[in-house]
């Protein structure tokens, strides 16, 4: 099974990266599946101009990600919320390919500083996936107040709290992707 992890900010500080590198070294650790990075802050994807089908010399970046998405069996989007929505850089990447996310099980991540987990980036991004024909894993990930409940390399300030909740994410995001291969 291959997992890939987005990490959709490209902020300065970005703390929702902290859960993508959280997700990397417990899929690592837990040896659940592969697992692949597909960081948008290295990629400096250019403002949509034209999804990468349609263009006529696209960048090596552009087409490592379609590459990416392709190869794998299951997609973690972590993304944080930015004015009840989510980043720019997040809807760009979206937008650049189509088809390579047909049927491909998306797990949602999200991570705020306030209090209330990102709900708005998590109902947001559900009609885009389902237009893209992509499968919702119907567990969510989300982490209130990211900035104090994870060191800057992705450790947990609660682990067991968030293994369990970790567990029953990737649970049901690997039960889908596998039920899909059969």
């Known amino acids: 099974m291959q997992i890939l992890i987005i990490s ?3 902020r ?34 250019p403002v949509f101009e034209e999804r990468l089908e349609n263009q006529e010399n696209p960048s090596e970046s552009a087409k490592k990600f379609s ?6 069996d299951a997609i ?5 919320e930015y004015n009840s929505g989510y980043p720019a850089s997040l809807k760009n990447a979206l937008d650049l390919i189509t088809w390579e996310w047909k049927h491909k099980v ?12 990102d709900i708005h980036a ?14 919702i894993s119907p567990v969510v990930f989300p982490n209130p107040q990211v900035q104090i409940n994870y ?7 609660d682990p067991e709290s968030v293994h369990k909740r970790a567990d029953a994410f990737l649970g049901e ?4 992707a596998g039920a899909l291969k059969k």
């Open 151 to 157: 060191d800057d390399a992705g450790n947990p300030k």
């Open 76 to 80: 973690i989007i972590v993304t944080p």
């Open 12 to 45: 300065l500080d970005r703390q929702s990266h902290k859960v993508a590198l959280f997700f990397q070294q417990y899929i690592k650790q837990q040896k659940l599946a592969e697992v692949d990075m597909a960081d948008l802050a290295t990629y400096d994807f």
């Open 173 to 176: 995001m690997l039960w889908l």
């Open 122 to 135: 998590q109902l947001l991004l559900l009609p885009i996936f389902l237009k893209l024909r992509a499968i």
């Open 67 to 72: 590459a990416q998405i392709v190869a794998a």
């Open 8 to 10: 959709a900010s490209v």
């Open 106 to 117: 998306i797990g949602l991540a999200t991570a705020s500083s306030g209090m209330f987990g």
